[in-house]
């Protein structure tokens, strides 16, 4: 890896403009250090508190034009909003002020162990209040390594409303040496509050073409050229998701029986059959991803609370710690329903492209297929769909994310949307 922004795929303006942000933070805390040492001649005893002193917030200093206190990186899924975030965060942290992804400061910061970088990243289905004031009041103290505390959280869509309330307080008045980097799908209010996007300097990420990352898959990841080609497609310009199908036969499996599901669809009871088949799936992958975080999540728990042991008043303080383990199931539990609806989505997403296959085929648009393993079936129901009978079963699709986006029961959803796509 050449610097901290190499993993940041088709991207060229948001990376250029994250350079000159961290160029010129980098000016500030150079500025202040300089400022400090031209008084005395010996320079600060202790840089971290000394820069914090001099330096004020980011946007205060001349040098900071192009570096502000808050950020927000959108984009849709697979664009690299947290990979955006990370990458700055560490080039704010780099020992270069380059972020040149070889020094301590963006090895640690990309690694998620730097003392002065917090990560948020919700495993259920919202970040509290309780977590984002404790997380708001750590990134309050003063950097330990003399440059930035950073608070980076990814899918702040997920804030409680009360949440929202604790993280504007601290984006109104910000520490003098913290920055928050928030992760959102868009600036719109439902994704982020009007008030907290009025303090924050928009990022906007795209969907990178399919090219750039199947050159990313073929160069850096040694994965054959034709397979990197279709993978890219496939994964409609997600980096990850490109990654595991190319590497992971179980992915490409559920992704096989997914887009299987079209021509399963030959009547109402077929429809529930195949809306069960993909609830059961997903649900599947699910527990798989989280079994092995919860086994060890508990295990450690009710080691920390004496589980095992011996010692006189070991067995009461086990059955004490009911309260606790309770509320670890609790979390588990939201984990693996976000789980769930992740991998509920991706094979909706899979379901989309291939109904927009068809309709590309139906209208004769010169645009390159998603799946091009299944253009055989997609150009069968092109010849069997009329074009607006195919935009209905993919509306169907995109509604049916919606619903689950605002809490309607995956089951439901799933049912209405394949009694919608057998209906045309």
């Known amino acids: 890896m050449s610097d901290v922004f ?117 495993e259920g289905l919202s970040i509290g209040v309780g977590e984002m004031r404790a997380l708001v009041l750590r990134a309050a103290s003063t950097p330990s390594g003399g ?33 928050f980097l928030l992760c959102t799908p868009s600036t719109h209010p439902d994704d982020i509050s009007v008030t907290i996007r009025s303090r924050c300097r928009v990022v906007a990420l795209r ?32 980096v990850g998701r490109a990654r595991r199908l190319a590497g992971d036969p179980d992915a490409r499996k559920r992704r096989e029986a997914v887009l299987a599901l079209p021509r399963k669809l030959t009547g109402v009871g077929a429809c529930f059959d195949a809306a069960s088949a993909l609830i059961e799936a997903a649900e599947a992958e699910a527990s798989a991803a989280v079994a092995e975080a919860d086994t060890a999540e508990r295990a450690a728990l009710e080691t920390a609370l004496g589980a095992g042991g011996t010692g ?50 139906s209208l004769r648009a010169p645009v390159e297929p998603v799946h091009t393993d299944v253009a055989g079936m997609a150009n069968s129901a092109a010849g069997k769909w009329t074009a607006e009978g195919t935009l209905r079963r993919l509306e169907a699709v995109l509604g049916c994310r919606t619903a689950i986006e605002t809490n309607v029961k995956p089951r439901i959803a799933v049912e209405a949307m394949m009694l919608a796509l057998w209906r045309g």
């Open 312 to 361: 006189r008043g070991a067995a009461g303080a086990i059955r004490g710690a009911a309260g606790q383990l309770k509320d670890l199931e609790r979390r588990q539990k939201s984990r693996a329903t976000r789980a769930q609806r992740d991998a509920l989505d991706r094979a909706l997403v899979d379901l989309a492209g291939f109904y927009r296959d068809v309709l590309t085929r």
């Open 6 to 122: 190499a993993d940041l795929v088709g991207q060229p303006e948001a990376v250029d403009l994250l350079r000159r942000a961290a160029a010129a933070a980098e000016a500030i805390r150079a500025a202040a250090v300089a400022e400090l040492v031209s008084v005395d001649g010996t320079g600060p005893t202790d840089p971290a508190v000394e820069v914090d002193r001099a330096a004020g917030t980011p946007d205060a200093a001349g040098a900071g034009s192009a570096m502000t206190h808050a950020w927000i990186f959108t984009g849709p899924p697979g664009s690299g909003r947290s990979v955006a975030a990370r990458a700055f965060a560490a080039a704010l942290q780099c020992q270069r002020g380059t972020g040149c992804g070889e020094c301590a400061g963006c090895h640690t910061t990309l690694a998620g162990t730097h003392a002065d970088v917090r990560f948020v990243v919700p």
């Open 207 to 238: 969907q990178p073409p399919a090219e750039a990352v199947a050159a990313v898959l073929r160069d850096r990841d040694g994965i054959a050229p034709d397979v990197a080609a279709w993978a890219a497609a496939a994964a409609q310009g997600h």
């Open 147 to 179: 440059r930035w505390q950073v608070l980076v959280i990814e899918d702040a869509d997920r804030l409680t409303e009360a949440a929202g309330n604790a993280l504007l307080k601290a984006i109104e008045e910000p520490p003098p040496r913290t920055v």
